[in-house]
């Protein structure tokens, strides 16, 4: 049986709150664990631990060079190396992943916190406001903008194209997706054509270092270079700013694991590692299968989309029980799936960990507590988690 001759067994299209997707996940996985839609395209989703990991550890079987991401957005050109599979998306890894190491993820620590306490200061002189607009919006923003050492007066442009860009693919408007990917697409030139004219250190510049790439004696190729500047630019906003929001609605919700973690800022950094499993900030990486395939008792066909719903894979029972529950210092935590697995693994994963152990320590020094104070807005597909979170701090 064909996908487009299958009864939808999910639809991602619904109106979501906070809750919901997680809760048709968990049906899925005791009913449907590989569920078929009709929508965004069309697409399979796998919601089970074991199913994701295959996918994403396969790229002979599963390539991201078809579909990447749900729904498809990839409409003005290939942006290495998440649109490559080994080996073509070796070197632009090879460049990128020595100035995304722990060592120089941490050395921007304290410029972060500079920053996350610039970003609270007018929030807690008001009692409150939109965490994700007024705070995890702009914070990784500003963290990536030094590490791509843009200019300072691109960075509020740079917030506001990528913020549209989003907004765009939630929408699932193609036209608006187009436009607001140019915008980023001329960013990525400009600051491309000034390392040209004046090359940083390629050893701590991301631009210079694609640059200075050579395959074969070769440089890489042009337009290509360009597409990795523009995937650099915003892949690492929207992580970031989902994953606080949701933090933030967990503790609003559990004030007694918001107390414990205020007393014992020890105890931040595992708690951000349960809280990426919990609420992993991302459903609709994407891959295509290059030959027909079972997983689940089902055949996927050649060609077909599939989804790899991470979200609902560290949500598995069968290997991480109470799923659904924060669990401090849960014994097989290092298993989660949310900077992902595989060559397509997240390179910034010791950045993202960095920023967000900073944005909570800060965020819980500068308040006596807080609480959500208004109606919390979803993000859609891709992503998922809050996108709005109005909290009242006390």
């Known amino acids: 049986m064909s ?3 299958l009864e939808r067994d999910f639809d991602p299209d619904l109106p979501e709150n906070f809750d919901s997707a997680h809760q048709d996940y968990a049906r899925l996985r005791a009913e449907c664990p590989v569920a078929h839609t009709d929508r965004l395209g069309g697409f399979w989703a796998l919601t089970r631990y074991d199913d994701v990991q295959r996918a994403a550890s396969d790229p002979r079987t599963f390539t991201t060079t078809v579909q990447n991401v749900i729904p498809k957005v990839a409409f003005t050109g290939r942006r290495p190396p998440l649109h490559l599979d080994p080996p073509d998306h070796t070197p632009y890894r090879r460049a990128l992943n020595p100035l995304l190491s722990q060592e120089r993820s941490e050395a921007l620590a304290p410029r972060t916190r500079e920053l996350a306490r610039e970003l609270l200061a007018p929030m807690v002189a008001k009692g409150g406001g939109d965490i994700c607009a007024e705070f995890s919006s702009y914070l990784p923003v500003h963290v990536f903008g030094e590490w791509m050492r843009v200019p300072d007066d691109w960075l509020d442009t740079l917030h506001d194209a990528g913020r549209a860009f989003i907004l ?10 187009k ?4 915008a980023l697409y001329e960013m990525a030139r400009e600051l491309i054509a000034r390392r040209r004219v004046d090359p940083h250190d390629p050893a701590i510049d991301p631009t210079s270092a694609l640059l200075a790439t050579r395959v074969n004696g070769e440089p890489l190729d042009d337009e290509m270079v360009v597409g990795t500047v523009r995937q650099i630019l915003v892949v690492g906003m929207v992580a970031p700013m989902v994953m606080v929001g949701s933090i933030c609605v967990h503790l609003s919700r559990h004030r007694e ?3 414990r973690l205020r007393e014992n800022p020890s105890m931040i950094p595992g708690a951000v590692e349960e809280f990426l499993r919990l609420y992993s900030p991302y459903r609709g990486f994407a891959r295509t ?3 027909d395939v079972e997983i689940g008792g089902r055949t996927i066909c050649k060609g077909e989309a599939v989804a790899l719903l991470y979200a609902s894979a560290n949500r598995d ?6 799923g659904d529950r924060f669990v401090m210092d849960r014994p097989n935590i290092s298993d989660h799936l949310a900077f992902g697995r595989g060559p397509h693994n997240c390179p910034g994963l010791h950045i993202g960990r960095m920023e967000l152990r900073v944005a909570l320590e800060e965020l819980l020094a500068a308040t006596h507590g807080f609480e959500v104070s208004g109606p919390v807005v979803p993000t859609r597909w891709p992503e998922i988690g809050a996108l709005s979170v109005p909290l009242r701090f006390e």
Do not use: I
């Open 3 to 5: 996908a487009k001759d």
């Open 168 to 177: 765009a693919v939630h929408s699932t408007k193609p036209d608006a997706m």
């Open 179 to 182: 436009e607001t990917s140019l």
């Open 257 to 259: 694991l918001q107390t």
């Open 289 to 291: 299968p290059t030959r």
């Open 317 to 322: 029972e069968q290997v991480f029980p109470d």
